[in-house]
């Protein structure tokens, strides 16, 4: 195995791949707009994060579990991430991803690009359905900075050896907290405070900002 000597995290929806899939859910569930229109709000921070999910999740009661099959057909990967991921594996930079949304398409996603770090919101389901509730520990904002400080601490490495990436308000205190922080296709509120962003949806453009691959 190649000696880990960084870690990159990843927020998910809008940044790893284009669509937010709560929104994708909510097609499926006959509210995407109501759900999207929240989606927006809480990226550009006007809203709190966690009041706005429970929001979104309760309008897709009812909803089979089957739905995420489809979605997973629905969604694409950004411009170059499957090599962008892979050029950092490569390097011995491990990628791990966490999201404000949901296990089902998070872990799917994760199994196909060959990472093993992942943390999504859990959906609660009965006899095959959702009951439009959330279980578990709430990925926040500040749920995002913590799991980037214990992934980083349990692989002994540096604040300067870590990266973060991701695009909405609930990223930003991880891409604060991270030895370097790329907003990617970000919303003006990350922009604003994040001083490295791209704003072409193309991975490629990220590698000239990491300093540390060989």
């Not at 509210?31 to 929001?55: H, K, P, V, Y």
């Not at 709430?138 to 992934?151: D, F, M, R, Y």
Request: hydrophobic residues 45%.
């Amino acid at each position: 195995m190649t000696q880990v000597k960084g870690l990159c995290i990843m927020d998910v929806d809008g940044t790893l791949i284009a669509e937010e899939v709560i929104d994708l859910l909510g097609r499926e569930a006959g509210c995407e707009e109501e759900i999207s229109q929240i989606t927006s709000q809480a990226m550009r921070g006007e809203l709190d994060f966690e009041t706005s999910l429970r929001a979104r999740v309760a309008l897709l009661e009812g909803l089979p579990i089957s739905v995420f099959d489809t979605v997973f057909k629905s969604i694409h990967l950004s411009k170059n991430a499957q090599e962008f991921i892979s050029i950092l594996q490569k390097n011995g930079i491990l990628v791990g991803l966490v999201s404000g949304g949901f296990t089902p398409i998070v872990e799917r996603l994760a199994k196909s690009l060959g990472i093993s770090y992942f943390s999504a919101n859990q959906l609660e389901v009965k006899e095959g359905f959702l009951t439009g509730r959330l279980v578990g520990e709430i990925v926040t904002g500040q749920v995002k900075k913590a799991t980037l400080e214990i992934w980083r601490k349990e692989l002994g490495l540096s604040k300067e050896r870590t990266i973060a990436i991701g695009d909405g308000a609930n990223d930003l205190l991880m891409l604060k907290s991270a030895g370097h922080g790329i907003a990617f296709c970000a919303k003006e509120v990350v922009k604003t405070e994040i001083a490295s962003h791209i704003d072409t949806r193309d991975f490629l453009e990220v590698l000239p900002l990491i300093d540390f691959l060989e």
